[in-house]
């Protein structure tokens, strides 16, 4: 009898959305678990890191690898999985491009670290105590995994076959993921798994979004009331559809949320979070320095809007800012 393809799943810094987005494959993971031996995925089931360690290099078929990477540990698996695994498959926007968590990167690491288990009121940690990477307890002598300066992309690390996009991913693009591996049916490596246009091309709101956009002053949500059937940029909402690689089925857009940009850049921009910030700049209709000034105001959050997914993996990497004494 063929040996059916091995599969595993694995996450580092990560919500555990991504993990969810494959059992929201609901009957289709069965037809998938059918056709391939899971053999590691430590959030479902019980194998053990020696189980990955006594395979061979290459003989997992494919692995998907989500959340971005933090720790010393997450670098480490990475590059086991790298190794034992023919296809590395990056699942979701943070180990695509370092998601959310990849926020992290506009402080420094003792900054985050002092706030977290010094600062803010729910910490009851008197003696100020932070993490240790190596420490006596017992007399036993405890290691805990090192935290990085920064937070990294999945390719930061190591080489990625594919990648999957999306906070998280569609159940569609997962299972044509796994369709694509297990029907050699492969793009060329590096291809992200999703549409090749922007968002907007794919937007049911396109037909209402003018050629010309004029915008005087950016509103937020809860500033205006909007009509439901028109393109968010056309009534004043930031928008990012222009600047976002689309085949997310327009899930935002249909739930009536304007585009946030998770699927990342298409495959002509480099930094989304750059595409987006000029793309806006392009079409604000003031000319005096000081309405201008007003209208820039108005985009709330500017660096966690435009690089709310990319950071890590952007030209930037995060903001270099010295250390607060
Ligand atoms: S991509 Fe989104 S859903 Fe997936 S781990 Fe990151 S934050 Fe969670
Ligand atoms: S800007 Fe947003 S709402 Fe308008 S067409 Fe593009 S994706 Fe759709």
């Avoid at 969810?20 to 089931?45: G, N, Q």
């Avoid at 990955?52 to 670098?75: H, P, S, W, Y």
């Avoid at 005096?288 to 007003?294: G, N, P, Q």
């Amino acid at each position: 009898m063929t040996e059916k393809p091995k599969i595993a799943l694995y996450w580092c810094s990560s919500c555990g959305g991504c993990e969810e987005s494959v059992i929201d494959l609901a009957e289709d993971l069965l037809t998938v678990a059918a056709a391939v031996d899971i053999v590691f995925w430590p959030v479902a089931l019980d194998f053990k890191y020696k189980d990955v360690v006594a395979m061979n290099d290459g003989e997992i078929t494919a692995t998907l690898i989500n959340g971005a990477i933090r720790t010393g540990e997450q670098e480490h698996m990475a590059k086991i999985m790298r190794k034992k695994s023919k296809l590395l498959i990056a699942h979701g926007s943070c180990a695509h491009l370092g998601g959310v968590v990849g926020l992290a990167n506009f402080y420094q690491r003792e900054d985050l670290l002092s706030r977290l288990y010094q600062e803010v009121p729910t910490t009851n940690n008197p003696q100020g105590i932070l993490p240790q990477h190596e420490t006596i307890e017992s007399g036993r002598k405890i290691k805990l995994p090192d935290i990085h300066d920064t937070v990294k992309a999945l390719d930061q690390v190591v080489e990625v076959d594919y990648y999957i996009p999306g906070c998280p991913p569609t159940p569609e693009l997962i299972k044509e993921a796994m369709m694509m591996v297990l029907e050699n049916r492969l793009p060329p490596r590096g291809t992200v798994l999703a549409g090749k246009k922007a968002l907007c091309d794919t937007c049911p709101r396109i037909d209402s979004k003018p050629d010309k956009l004029r915008i005087k002053k950016f509103k937020r949500i809860y500033e205006t009331e909007w009509d439901p059937e028109k393109c968010f940029l056309d009534e004043g909402i930031i928008c990012l559809g222009p600047a976002t690689r689309g085949g997310c089925n327009a899930r935002c857009i249909n739930a009536n949320m304007p585009c946030r940009g998770c699927f990342g850049p298409t495959d002509n921009v480099r930094d989304q979070g750059a595409k987006s910030s000029s793309f806006l700049a392009s079409i604000i209709d003031v000319t005096d320095k000081e309405a201008l000034k007003k209208t820039a105001d108005s985009i709330p959050d500017p660096g966690g809007l435009f690089y709310r997914y990319g950071l890590a993996s952007s030209i930037l990497k995060g903001k270099l800012t010295p250390k607060s004494s």
